[in-house]
T-cell receptor, first 113, second 111 residues
Framework: ETGVTQSPTHLIKTRGQQVTLRCSSQSGHNTVSWYQQALGQGPQFIFQ???????GRGNFPPRFSGLQFPNYSSELNVNALELDDSALYLC????????????FGPGTRLTVL | DQQVKQNSPSLSVQEGRISILNCDYTNSMFDYFLWYKKYPAEGPTFLIS?????DKNEDGRFTVFLNKSAKHLSLHIVPSQPGDSAVYFC??????????FGAGTRLTVKP
């Protein structure tokens, strides 16, 4: 059974650019959530996708968008990058929609210069 | 808007002793609570959970206690082992699946 994988591991962008982060869910999981973890803080919920539809969203602006594909892999897109977007971005999958335990990937470290 | 708070950024205990990690929440709609452990360069790993209909859940050395009236939960690790050294996150979710995390407590277990 393959766990949750994320790519790339690290990424450096400049302010104003756009970035796409990718996540491959654990086999059999149809729900994926994305989190932003700033240094010294806990993960903050960005949004969740269930069967390719957005199922909930945290307090993030519309320039944060996502997609979930039929194979349940997903993408997080961030437009017009700002310095404060520098963080670890975590993807988590779960087998059901309810607030069950989620299986996290190792994260993508994004640095915005 | 910090709905889940872990007020102790760090905790140090001796091997074999009890570790108690605390977490407070403000949103009475939360009905499911989880603890995650995180090692450096890895994503958080699920440790133990409790639903709001219970006040205690035990799994081996790990026990989570929930006090709904005080909006407080705690994680007890007995006995603590050096391999337990990690950052521990408390998380809570409501029916809308929006999971909120605390800022984490770094536990160090000394041999």
């Amino acid at each position: 059974e393959t766990g949750v994988t994320q790519s790339p591991t690290h990424l450096i962008k400049t302010r104003g650019q756009q970035v796409t982060l990718r996540c491959s869910s654990q086999s059999g999981h149809n729900t994926v959530s994305w989190y932003q973890q700033a240094l010294g803080q806990g993960p903050q919920f960005i949004f969740q996708y269930y069967r390719e539809e957005e199922n909930g969203r945290g307090n993030f602006p519309p320039r944060f968008s996502g997609l979930q594909f039929p194979n349940y892999s997903s993408e997080l897109n961030v437009n017009a990058l700002e310095l404060d977007d520098s963080a670890l971005y975590l993807c988590a999958s779960s087998p059901r929609l309810a607030g069950d335990e989620q299986f996290f990937g190792p994260g993508t470290r994004l640095t915005v210069l | 808007d910090q709905q889940v708070k872990q007020n102790s950024p760090s905790l140090s205990v001796q091997e074999g002793r009890i570790s108690i990690l605390n977490c407070d929440y403000t949103n009475s709609m939360f009905d499911y609570f989880l603890w995650y452990k995180k090692y450096p360069a890895e994503g958080p790993t699920f440790l133990i959970s409790i639903s709001s209909i219970k006040d205690k859940n035990e799994d081996g050395r790990f026990t989570v206690f929930l006090n709904k009236s005080a909006k407080h939960l705690s994680l007890h690790i007995v006995p603590s082992q050096p391999g337990d050294s990690a950052v521990y996150f408390c998380a809570a979710s409501a029916a809308n699946n929006d999971m909120r995390f605390g800022a984490g407590t770094r536990l160090t277990v000394k041999p």
